[in-house]
């Protein structure tokens, strides 16, 4: 029997697609026809997607880190 297909729109966002409607929010917010009760959802959405953005660049920071140990490679700065 076959599984049945994730559904993704119930699926967590990639980083590339929080960070996407990271700009999208910006743009919202940066115009001026935006209520404020809008401006306080929008707000809250963007707050979640940067947490959400940090912790997967904390991750793959980590994996980075992880692999130059076990390679011993030195690290480096962007």
Request: with cysteine.
């Amino acid at each position: 029997m076959e599984a049945a297909p994730k559904n993704k729109s119930a699926s967590k966002p990639s980083f590339e697609e929080s960070l996407k409607r990271l700009e999208e929010i910006l743009e919202l917010l940066e115009s001026s026809n935006v209520s404020l009760d809008e401006l306080v959802s929008k707000y809250a959405e963007a707050k979640k997607l940067l947490a959400d953005c940090r912790k997967a660049l904390d991750k793959a920071q980590l994996s980075i880190k992880k692999f130059s140990d076990e390679k011993g490679l030195e690290d480096f700065d962007l």
